[in-house]
């Protein structure tokens, strides 16, 4: 009867194969294709093997075929891998020993089925091995001999079964440390025809009870023909290792697929501070290649994949220095790809040299060049080099500059000898001797004139320049421009005299006033010979009105035997410049000065274009006229001077050209220079601000009094304000008196006129009740006075004719006057004349004012002098309102007091009747004054200001 | 006989205006202060009230419109020391105003006035 076999396989066909091959087997085969299947098929029938795929889904559990085996006790069960298509591994479990790992192929699955089933199941499991595999027992004796160790070590399994495993041990000669452990290791093992092998051996101890070892399991590989090859690949690898790491360039070997770093050298601790070999296997982008100065890592990653891209070399200097630099490290790196024969990169060899001290030297060396060229450039003298025939090879800013040049490249190239500037300095066979001899040449205050005219001082320094074999190669010549510091000097020298004589001549002007003494001073500051020293100076003034320059002044002798006497008698009498101008002034105002008679017939337009005096006013410039054959010389000038060498400058105050000076040396004939044009520009300058110092102290005197004048109409100003808010005050308190007066005031004249009436007429007593009523009515009069002062009352102006108001005031007067045989000549216009007034007011200063004028005239008896006169008349702009009289008048301190409060002649009386009119009228706007008339009295006049619709609504015609 | 009351609070006045006006011929009430003028112009009925104004406590002016409002239509002539409160609307609802004076006349004038219209 068959055995039965029962295959688990996923696969269809596998499953197919497996089933046919077990039949030829002699097997009955069932299937199972899925786990499910498998163990429904397992719990239904009795098997005898079960062989199940490990790709079975479901299989990858280990504890399938242990639940297999345990409800098919008697059964073998396996299970089985597929390696290849003809390789597979088998696992099997088995009690008490740990499956082994078989290897075989699918053809003897069956066998190895068959074989398990049959016999011992390690045994056959052991003995169908293609491995090598020995098992041992406690006494070293080869119990099992599988087909891979027969192949390997030459003996059959029968004639080794049963020997001690020394036989295929190398022998004494070669003892091997026997290891009891459970591992793999390299050992040699014995061929039966005697030759030695390398192995590969997995030793796996088989334990009996108490762990005790009751035998061993070997299995061999042979590995002697690789480990050959692998030695000798090792020796050559060591071999290159040693020789790239002597090389101090860090060099390393990228897999340019993976990026792992396969190869670097021992230079690289150098900039990593890990040596090459534990880079190894590192990806190359881990690895940076040192740090930058900021210690921030430096990558190659960039120069790699470039290199990939380009499959060309690629090289960088990375700012990336060695660990321990002190200063900022470079390293230049190359990546060159590694073509293989398929055309791709398969590796990428970077090499990196540190060239820190090369960058750090060029840097150096280019600061050091910028510098000497920086110096060379802002040097503040010329230089210039030449080759050996004199052909400029360099020349700098100022160079250029004294040549008269602007830019030094225009001078590259040109042979300095024929320069035609350099031909005027005397300087060529100096020069030309140091390029011959090598003798340094230098001369001072070499005079040139540049391309652009400018006349230059120029101290020169030359040396030689020596070719490397000791030849003259050229010359270095400095040239350095001292025009302006010797015109300085210069300048400074004669300011010093000038200062001291200005001093003496500002004193002069100081102590004038007056425009012509002034200009007569600096005339003799012009000519002292303490002074500028000309010979003469002539003044002429700017008329701008009629546009000429006039003479005014000159100073200096007429000929040559004036010169001679003049000059003679002030060297021996030592005279100051004030003594001088003494004496000139005198001989002015005597006409004793030719020369200033020549000088005040001058009259020089300004607007001749060819005349040098008046370009210098009109252009405020100052000039130098050097001769007949200067082209800014007028003949005309020059005759009337008498001379055609002079100097001329501008005298300007304010900002204005007064004037100009010309001075000239026409006596002793001396040139002038440009440097005495200078002094004389600035003497004139300085003159010219002695006397803006004089003008403006002047005019600070004047505004001095200005101001004092201000300062006292200010305090007058204060005294009336101060005088006015007294007057207030005092209005105030008179008002408060007066109303608490007024109440007892009434009951006491109202009880006395009740008394009064009381009494028979010619009762004496009658006549004193009398008495306190007018004597009370009067005191009411005086506090209506005073309360109307201090409170004026509110205007209530309406349109009334002046004329019915002067006749309406006059007849509430009429008894008053009449009773004092007074004379009325009132005058007033026919027709009605309006004004806009507050008649009750305009009426109370009309009576008072009347009422005046019957009080001036009371002490006159004539009556020729008790008249009043009362008129009014009409101007365009004013209605003058005039109230005259024939009193005493009015005395000095009346007049100017006349309208003060509490100011009064009469013996009774406030003082507030004018003040209250004075009121009045400011209110209307108008203004009232008084004089003494013709009559011995007093007029008073009130004036008012007519408005538009009062004029209209008015005959002009009337008045007196 | 008509009826004035005197509001004043000098005594020397209020003898002097009761007299004068009593030898007129009129029946005369005085009040030294504005509430006493007040209340008297409550009880009794008069013809014309002269009224001072600057009194202690409440003054002419406020008495004025008190007495007003007490009585629609009664009469009241200001007899004040001063001009200033002519200026005060308040004083404009008085027949008339007139300053204080020795000489009564202007006064009773204004009080005749007052009793012919």
New interface residues.
């Given amino acids: 009867m068959p055995k039965r076999i029962l295959i688990a396989d996923g696969s269809p066909s596998e499953r197919a194969a497996l089933a046919n091959l077990a039949r030829h087997a002699g097997f009955a085969p069932s299937e199972a294709a899925d786990l499910p299947l498998l163990s429904e098929a397992v719990r239904a029938g009795r098997y005898d093997a079960v062989i199940v795929n490990s790709d079975l889904p479901g299989m990858e559990s280990p504890g399938i075929l242990s639940e297999i085996q345990r409800i098919l006790p008697s059964a073998t069960v396996l299970r089985y891998t597929r390696l290849s298509d003809t390789e597979i591994r088998i696992e099997r479990l088995d009690e008490g020993v740990h499956p082994p790992e078989l290897h075989t192929t699918k053809e003897r699955l069956l066998d190895y089925v068959k074989a398990a089933m049959d016999s011992d199941p390690l045994d056959s499991l052991i003995n169908l091995s293609n491995e090598a595999i020995v098992v041992t027992d406690g006494d070293g004796r080869i119990t099992r001999w599988s087909n891979g160790a027969s192949i390997l070590l030459g003996y059959h399994r029968d004639e080794i079964i049963g020997l001690p495993i020394d036989v295929i041990r190398p022998g004494l000669s070669e003892p091997e440390p026997e290891s009891t452990e459970t591992g793999v290791r390299l050992a040699r093992r014995k061929h039966r025809d005697g030759h030695i092998l390398n192995v590969e051996l997995t030793r796996t101890s088989i334990a009996g009870p108490e762990d005790r070892e009751i035998g061993c399991m070997e299995i061999l590989r042979d590995v002697t023909g690789s480990i050959e090859r692998e030695r000798e690949i090792e020796l050559l690898k060591r071999f290159y290792e040693r020789v790239i790491d002597t090389i101090s360039d860090g060099i390393r070997v990228i897999d340019a697929a993976g990026g792992r770093i396969v190869l670097a050298n021992m230079a690289h601790v150098e900039w990593t501070g890990v040596s090459g070999g534990e880079m190894i296997g590192l990806t190359s982008r881990d690895v940076p290649w040192g740090t930058d100065s900021d210690g921030n890592p430096v990558s190659v990653q960039e120069l790699i994949e470039k290199a990939i891209d380009s499959r060309e070399p690629v090289r960088a200097v990375l700012n990336a220095g060695p660990q321990d630099a002190s200063h900022a490290g470079y390293t230049d790196v190359g990546a060159f790809p590694m073509i293989n024969v398929d055309g791709d990169v398969d590796y990428v060899v970077l090499v990196g040299r540190d060239v820190s001290e090369q960058v750090h030297m060029k840097a150096l060396l280019a600061a050091e060049r910028d510098r000497r060229d920086q110096i060379i450039r802002s040097a503040p003298a010329g230089i210039i080099t030449t080759d050996e025939r004199g052909v400029i090879e360099f020349a700098n800013a100022h160079a250029a500059e004294i040549f008269g040049f602007t830019d030094p490249s225009e001078l590259k190239l040109r042979n300095l000898f024929a320069l035609p500037e350099f031909g005027h300095m005397n300087i060529e066979d100096g020069i030309r001797a140091t390029m011959k001899t090598g003798a340094p040449f230098s001369i001072d205050h070499a005079q040139c004139t540049s391309a652009n005219g400018a006349e230059l001082t120029v101290n020169v320094r030359a040396q030689p320049l020596y070719h490397g074999n000791g030849e003259i190669a050229g010359v270095v010549a400095v040239l350095e421009n001292v025009t302006e510091r010797l015109t300085l000097l210069r300048r400074l020298r004669a300011t010093t005299s000038d200062l001291a004589m200005l001093a003496e001549i500002g004193e002069l002007i100081h102590h004038s006033r007056d425009t012509d003494t002034i200009l007569q001073a600096i005339l003799v500051g012009v000519t002292a010979g303490e002074g500028l020293g000309f010979n003469r100076a002539f003044l002429l003034e700017t008329e701008w009105e009629t546009r000429q320059l006039r003479g005014k002044f000159a100073i200096g002798p007429a000929d040559r035997a004036e010169a001679e006497r003049i000059w003679t008698e002030l060297n021996q009498k030592h005279l100051n410049l004030a003594q001088v101008l003494y004496g000139y002034q005198r001989a002015i105002e005597q006409k004793q000065v030719r020369i200033n008679e020549i000088a005040v017939d001058l009259r020089l337009p300004l607007e001749e274009a060819e005349n040098i005096a008046a370009r210098a006013a009109i252009e405020q410039q100052a000039f130098l006229v050097r001769g007949d054959t200067d082209p800014m010389l007028s003949r005309n000038l020059a005759d009337k001077l008498g001379t055609d060498r002079f100097a001329v400058v501008p005298l300007i105050f304010n900002d204005r050209v007064e004037g100009v000076i010309i001075a000239d040396n026409a006596i002793s004939g001396e040139e002038i220079t440009r440097d005495d044009l200078r002094s004389l520009e600035l003497f004139a300058h300085q003159a010219t601000l002695a006397v803006e110092r004089a003008q403006l102290y002047t005019e600070l005197e004047q505004s001095l009094r200005d101001l004092q004048i201000a300062h006292t109409q200010l305090k007058e100003s204060h005294e009336l304000t101060v005088r006015n808010e007294r007057l207030a005050a005092m209005g105030q308190v008179a008002a408060q008196v007066a109303h608490e007066i007024r109440n007892p005031l009434v009951s006491i004249g109202g009880f006395a006129r009740a008394i009064r009436k009381r009494l028979e007429e010619d009762n004496p007593l009658n006549q004193y009740a009398s008495i306190i009523v007018e004597e009370t009515t009067r005191l009411e009069a005086i506090l209506n006075e005073v309360l109307q002062f201090s409170r004026p009352k509110a205007q209530y102006r309406t349109k009334a004719d002046l004329v019915e108001l002067v006749n309406a005031t006059l007849r509430t007067m009429d008894t008053e006057i009449a009773e004092r045989t007074i004379k009325t000549e009132v005058s007033l216009p026919d027709s009605p004349v309006f004004a806009h007034v507050d008649t009750g007011q305009m009426k109370q200063v009309l009576r008072n004012l009347i009422a005046n004028a019957i009080d001036a005239i009371a002490e006159h008896r004539s009556s020729k002098h008790r008249r009043i006169g009362v008129a009014l008349n009409t101007q365009p702009e004013h209605l003058i309102l005039a109230v005259e009289d024939t009193g005493h008048g009015l005395d000095e301190e009346a007049r100017k007091n006349l309208f003060e409060p509490f100011f009064t002649t009469k013996s009774t009386g406030t003082g507030l009747g004018l003040s209250i009119c004075r009121q009045i009228v400011a209110d209307h706007g108008g203004d009232i004054l008084a004089e003494n008339n013709g009559l011995g009295g007093a007029t008073f006049y009130v004036m008012l200001p007519r408005g538009e619709e009062d004029k209209n609504a008015t005959n002009p015609g009337g008045g007196r | 006989m008509p009826r004035i009351l005197v509001v004043d609070d000098?005594q020397?006045?209020r003898?002097?205006y009761k007299?004068?006006f009593t030898q007129d011929g009129y029946d005369v009430d005085v009040a030294a202060n504005a509430d006493e003028g007040i209340e008297k112009v409550r009880e009794n009925t008069y013809d014309v009230v002269i009224l001072d104004i600057?009194m202690p406590g409440k003054d002419g002016l406020e008495a004025l419109g008190e007495m007003l409002a007490e009585r629609r239509s009664i009469k009241v002539i200001i007899n004040s020391?001063?001009?200033?409160y002519k200026?005060n609307f308040m004083s404009w609802a008085a027949e008339d105003y007139v300053i204080?004076?020795?000489?009564?006349t202007e006064l009773k004038q204004k009080v005749r006035k007052v009793l012919d219209s």
């Fill in positions: 000098e020397s006045l003898l002097l007299m004068e600057r020391a001063y001009t200033t200026d204080k004076s020795s000489d009564l």
